[in-house]
């Protein structure tokens, strides 16, 4: 049984993240950890884990010592003392947050505000988009565990850039999550009243996951690919769906084969028939992503609608998908997830 | 592996059936059915169950050849010949509907407008409220799984009336259910615009379960129980939430402990500590009840909350629960679910 | 044109009186205060008002010099002193808090932890819960608003109280309020996702209203009533519907023709036909309240169900009815407002 | 008085038109029809207009009859003949549906399966997009209310178009609408457990105001635009929020003067400041519509965000607005609506 540590166990990644270990074969929660609820049990936290979990919350440093994985749910900046600490101790170490996705150290300064601390741990860190960088992941030891939005869109693009099925210019990307997204942190956007029945785009053209949205489309279109992303806020709790508009002159049955033949191994990636439309609801609980393919003729556009629960394939879910390509089991251990019906 | 047929395979109660039984260790779809959808697959009725479960409905003669159990979610008065079938056949039959719960034909009469189709088959139904009368259900061939406002009324009671520690009289039900409840089929309350935002009680004092949970609450106490029992219609999709007020004299840990004591060993039932009050959210998708005690000293009055996931504890979960029960399996096999923390 | 004034005027009370008092023909808004957002745009606070009112919020005093009435919707115990200055000022004052609605001072200080603070204010302070007090109103300079769960409850069992059609004794009422009830501070149990799919019971039986509903219903009875009292939180944002248990003997045709008497001359209360469920979305936006009729035979009981919007009936528009009567205009006045169907 | 009938007003928009012509200072309800509920009251069909409004409903014959200005919501096709009814009786007819919107011929075969009933009569249609169209309105006695969706879209490109801050060419338009856009017929997808807590697109790059919205701005950018249209369904009843991807050069705060200069007279729409971004919620129940700019300069993108209540300028609203219009009254009347805060 590999030994799992939660740091920030009480935040929405962390939390869903004790969800599935506590239904996953070969691992077991060992630590969870949390500045805010040290001594506390998480089940007086949440709820929801009474009787299934009622473990206490105790420090960073016991969650290190108890774990061979330590998985981390932090505010950015955080994480890169705790990665050196965990490579340090000899632990795998996998980030839910910003510190180690970008690969550019100015990159990230600008948006983050900060160099690299640790400038040699941004050599060995992989990030784990699961479904396309399997095989770096293998030998991996300290993770950078994708965005939820970045997620959604590179595995939305992914078969159509590699195949040069679409332009690299002119990508326009809307997307749409549910405010599990924003977290547990109370806010006025998300105080139920001012959400509920209310729908906004944020942070237009200005959101950090862009960088990493264009990082991660510039590898596979093989050359710099500049996005238009702008996020909403949706009435709902889980999932994410972004709909991206490109310029395309292959036809749809082209695409679509393309991108069935793209995904045809892929557990956790479903390309919807032609006709159907991706739904959030359809993936919710689950570590699949559902992608619909769609033609605008008349405009030469091929419009891809690509559709995760935020917190699953977009967090805890691909994080354990990553814990089990590290630790050599298949990948679809403890994530046999179906989507409940409603 | 016990192979599990499902009559009625679309309606809501079906389709949580079978996310159940895909998750179970020792039990598998063998074939379903639908009158409605007979030869498409499921995961055209229900996207969300692409890749998990494209099974293709069949007619209710082949699922009853091809399972050892067969599930029915039918509306009333189907399922008694259904289960004359089964049990011609030798199978096991857990019924989701109302036709095998009532013990008393003039009752079942004067609710549903017809006698008992066949009257042996009465005689060897079992009432399935597994944590009340796990004894009987484990010869049992016919099970009459309970409905779901019973189910949150009975687990909720039982302590109380069963140790005398509140009066069988003057009991009041107040109970709120999500709109699965309502079921697949469309209908101008369950139409989104009329729902949202909406909220209002439904069948007051009027409702067929009224007959079911006096005759479980009158086997508790040892007397007959009338009681006053209203349900409303949340604008929500899981869950049902009842609250219950009786008269009482005893104290409120008095009464906590005897809930504590009663439910001990119950892995699906689960006495919140005192100052909590139980919230139907920390249920849902798994087969947990939660119940809540509170005293109001100046009225003289228990008050007792209890929520369950309708379609889970209230449905498809006990009926899971019960086939384990029958076929000498562990009650937990294949329901250890976590409910989301969101 | 009667100058009005509001203190609080960025909680929710304050914001949907502004919003009232913009469509009000005889009244305008004079000044408005916050402490908070003291030098800001209402608009700022509360972009669903650009263009309708951009009113910067002043200080306290401010609006008290400008203004011919004063609402306030502050926090418990801090009324008090402003009434005392508007009084002092000659200015009518009318209250959206708790600290004028108690006659019996010791009840106060159980439930808010305080004496009056000037008992002599109390004295001349009218409860202003129109239908039932109207002639109190009149004359009066200090007005106490009702509470939105009283105000529901009162008008519900008004009329079987006052006509003896039911026992004063063994009364239950189970309250559900929207979100809009808790204001527009943050917390927990109002973040979106926590409440989103959410519901439960809070403060059972511990509701500080509950010393208003029984002041109010023993008037009405003539005699001391005790109630039990239990609020639930609903996942939407305006409403409260009360569901009503009382002990009767009196038909339900009896019941109903004493209701329309009751309420025949009244314009914001509405008895709905023998058959209907009052439901909250069908007063949303308006001062009405709906009020249906059900008898349990079996259980000898008659239960009253009432709807109000919380924020109208139950707050602001309740408010501006005692305006109307304090100074002599027609009750409706500003106030015929048709609930959106959707 | 203007006598105000309305055919098919039992739809979502007749009912919503209902209620603006009940607080409207000069206009009244004549007659109203509906095929499906003839001979009952409004009000038994929606309790949200008990006592407001209990018009029985009668025949489309009598509505004509009874009326100055017809207005009408049916299936499409079925406006043409009411129109040639209404013209021939000296009426003035306002069009809900799609039957005189488009001007070409070919267009409306093409999306909509026949050819025009009465070509003469589309000659003397206007088209209603009041801010845009006022001057052909003023003489009309045949108005084409616009679409939902072409409100908003036209709405809020037409600055950049008219004042080419932006390409033609190119034009992405990623709608989302609430559920009323789907009327009160019972389907699936507005279901409540099918639509809550889930959010798809729909028709994508295939929906019938396709043609409408380029039609509208082929006019105001002076050459034929081709846009790609996909429409959303959001979880929420009220509301139509439209993200707009336009190629431009110009600096953001070129944008927003031209903006502000173009509506600097309009009472219902509203550029807000920049920094902020439209919600749908802020301008629910009003004739408001929201625009918000936003430039993503990297990508050379001027991103224009639209946002109205679908359901009153989307519909209703700039119904009465046009009847206003032609009328003589200031368009404004009837329209001073203040939207809730919440």
Avoid at 202 to 231: C, D, M, N
Wanted: charged share 20%.
């Amino acid at each position: 049984m590999i030994q799992v540590g939660i740091v920030g166990a009480t935040g929405y990644g962390g939390v869903e993240l004790i969800r599935l270990i506590l239904g996953h074969p070969n691992a077991k929660l060992s630590k969870i950890s949390s500045v805010s609820f040290e001594g506390k049990r998480i089940s007086e936290v949440y709820p929801s884990l009474i009787g299934a979990c009622d473990d206490v919350l105790v420090s960073q440093e016991e969650v290190i010592k108890a774990s061979d994985v330590v998985f981390a749910a932090l505010p950015h900046g955080l994480s890169q003392p705790l990665a050196k600490a965990c490579m340090d101790a000899g632990k795998v170490f996998i980030d839910f947050g910003a510190d180690f996705r970008l690969e550019s150290e100015s990159e990230y300064e600008t948006w983050y505000g900060a160099p690299f601390d640790y400038p040699e741990l941004h050599k060995i860190a992989v990030y784990g988009l699961c479904e396309l960088a399997r095989e770096n992941i293998k030998g991996a030891r300290l993770i950078a565990n994708p965005g939820c939005y970045p997620t959604s869109i590179q595995l939305g693009l992914a078969p159509a850039l590699k195949n040069g099925l679409c332009s690299a210019k002119g990508i326009v990307i809307d997307s749409k999550s549910g405010a599990t997204g924003a977290g547990r942190s109370l806010s006025q956007t998300t105080h139920f009243c001012d959400l509920d029945e209310g729908f906004a785009p944020y942070k237009v053209a200005a959101h950090r996951h862009t960088p990493e949205i264009e990082q991660g489309l510039s590898k596979l279109a093989g050359e710099k690919v500049t996005v238009t992303f702008v996020p909403h806020l949706l009435p709902l709790k889980r999932g994410i769906i972004s709909t991206m508009y490109t310029e395309s002159n292959v036809s749809l049955e082209t695409a679509y084969e393309a991108y069935c033949k793209f995904y045809e191994n892929e557990p956790f990636v479903t390309v919807l028939p032609l006709g159907m439309a991706a739904n959030l609801k359809n993936v919710c609980m689950t570590n699949q992503c559902h992608i619909s393919l769609h033609r605008d003729e008349h405009a030469g556009r091929l419009i891809v609608v690509s559709a995760i629960d935020n917190m699953v394939k977009g967090a805890a879910g691909q994080a354990v998908q990553n814990m089990n390509i590290v630790f050599g089991l298949p990948e679809t251990t403890g994530l046999t997830l179906v989507a409940p019906a409603f």
